[in-house]
């Protein structure tokens, strides 16, 4: 196993961790403002579709990048083990 691949390995599980914290945070802030019901697929009335702005477009993106960091990382990890 080269060096690099030996140093990615044994970084990877951190980086793994540092991002799946990140991704649950970020999806907890984002399901704060739901109901109950809501959550288990009854009616909302306050479903409508509105743009998000600001700081929720902010928190939107970053989720996704986030989702997209972590699945690349356990590729990485797949084909290093």
Not at 17 to 39: D, N, P
Not at 47 to 67: D, M, S
């Amino acid at each position: 196993m080269p060096m690099e691949t030996s140093f990615i390995a044994s970084v990877l599980p951190f980086i793994q961790l540092v991002l799946s914290v990140l991704l649950i945070v970020a999806i907890i802030l984002q399901t704060r403002g739901s109901t109950l019901g809501g959550a288990f697929g009854g009616s909302d009335a306050s479903t409508t579709y509105y743009t998000r702005r600001g700081a929720e477009k902010v928190l939107f993106r970053a989720t996704i990048v986030i989702g997209v960091l972590f699945a690349l990382s356990a590729f990485i990890s797949l084909y290093i083990s």
